[in-house]
């Protein structure tokens, strides 16, 4: 299917070039498309960009077109990639013209091009947003700055009594919001073997409720609104002590654990000042993991570990929605199993029964979980890699692949 859309792309860009939407009576290329296809406007939108910007093809007079964006077009014409993987890199790619050179979105688009081929749409996006943080690292802080002053909720009651709430939040504040909101909106124990019936949505209605209860008894909340929620920030130290106009320029972003959005190294230095972070480390002094055999159950500290690592399920693909996953036992802990990093990922309850079930085997793999199955699910027992790609490990692709970019110019730094 990835083969016949390239040959489509071809056609489309081959169409353009010869004219053919405006000799049909079609005022762009787009709407040609969408009347032709019977498409939607977004996808005959998407179609067109890569067609224009990621595909190789033929002039009318018979020239080879090479592509603006040829790690793209390449793969593309080879399979591994779908339309809107190359939407994904093209929007990255433009948002990052303005402001870097010529070789640094070369280098973006390769890296992205790369990624695409084992990460879905969504993940490729995210790497996108990391990697324009990280060539524009004032501009990163300018975006949240606007965001910050374009916060907005609202709030009114229907004729029916019902309150209705609409809010656009900046990063900093959704990331509270999620952890906060989170573990009050998991699903509730199973009883009978009955599930939870709640809807995701309700789930989400009732927490807000049990929040406001908690907020309303605390004597706090007249003078202060209340106890601040802990948020979580990873950095990375070498980062968090250079400023905007570092001589090398190669500051990476830091990463708020609860949404895995970068945030910039600014921002990070703000927190440290004014908010309670919480350092997640994977070993050391300061956070011991290896608990051994002496729990059963994963202590606070190591499921905010495993959490860090595998996100809400380890499972491959898992969409699981937010909630409170289960510490699954690799080696079961009555077979003598230890309950420490190694030993132990993330499941929702859905596929904590399904490891059990169907017996797929997990292993540790470089710190990462992977999760090989069944010969009644795979013949060939394919090995398939877990967990979510972290912000972590996408700023140490960042830092492999890609030299560090050009000094910031006239960046100011926050005293």
């Known amino acids: ?6 040959t489509q792309l071809r056609a489309i860009a081959e169409a353009e070039d010869r004219g053919l939407p405006a000799a049909q009576g079609a005022r762009r290329t787009e709407t040609w498309l969408q009347s032709m296809l019977n498409l939607a406007g977004g996808e005959a ?4 960009l890569v067609a224009r910007n990621a595909t190789e093809h033929t002039s009318p007079h018979g020239t080879p077109v090479s592509a603006e964006l040829p790690a793209t077009a390449e793969a593309i014409a080879s399979g591994a990639i779908t339309a809107q993987h190359a939407r994904v890199i093209i929007d990255g790619v433009q948002r990052m013209a303005p402001v870097n050179t010529t070789a640094e979105l070369e280098q973006a688009e390769t890296l992205l091009a790369g990624y695409a081929r ?8 995210r790497l996108a947003e990391r990697v324009r943080y990280y060539f524009d690292q004032d501009g990163a802080f300018r975006a949240e700055e606007t965001q910050h002053r374009i916060r907005e909720l609202h709030y009114g009651t229907t004729a029916d009594g019902m309150t209705v709430i609409n809010a656009r939040l900046d990063r900093e504040t959704g990331a509270k919001f999620r952890a906060v909101l989170q573990p009050l909106a998991a699903p509730r124990p199973t009883e009978d073997g009955e599930r939870d ?10 927490a807000l409720d ?3 209860d908690i907020a309303i008894v605390s004597d706090r909340l007249p003078r202060s609104g209340g106890q601040r929620p802990q ?8 980062s968090l002590t250079r400023t905007l106009g570092s001589p090398d320029g190669s500051v990476l972003p830091g990463t708020l654990t609860a949404t895995d959005q970068p945030i910039s190294v600014e921002n990070v230095r703000r927190l440290a000042c004014d908010a309670e972070v919480l350092p997640v480390v994977l070993g050391g002094d300061d956070l011991p993991l290896n608990v051994g055999r002496a729990e059963r159950t994963a202590p606070p500290h190591l499921r905010a570990a495993l959490l860090l690592r595998d996100g809400t399920c380890a499972f491959p693909a898992c969409d699981r929605p937010p909630g409170t996953p289960d510490a699954h036992h690799i080696e079961s802990w009555i077979d003598g199993g230890g309950t420490d990093l190694d030993n132990l990922v993330m499941l929702c309850g859905h596929h904590h029964r399904l490891i059990h079930s169907q017996r797929w085997t997990i292993t540790i793999d470089n710190g990462r979980p992977t999760f090989t199955p069944p010969s009644t699910v795979d013949s060939s027992r394919r090995p398939r890699p877990g967990a979510r790609p972290t912000g972590a490990e996408q700023n140490n692709l960042l830092r492999r692949a890609i030299p560090a970019p050009r000094p910031p110019e006239d960046t100011q730094t926050c005293a």
Do not use: C, E, W, Y
């Open 231 to 238: 948020i979580a920030v990873t950095i990375d130290f070498d």
């Open 210 to 212: 049990a929040l406001l």
């Open 197 to 206: 019936p709640r809807t995701p949505g309700q789930r989400n209605a009732d």
């Open 118 to 125: 084992d990460h879905s749409p969504h993940q490729l996006a």
């Open 1 to 6: 299917m990835r083969a016949a859309m390239a």
């Open 45 to 48: 939108k998407t179609r067109t």
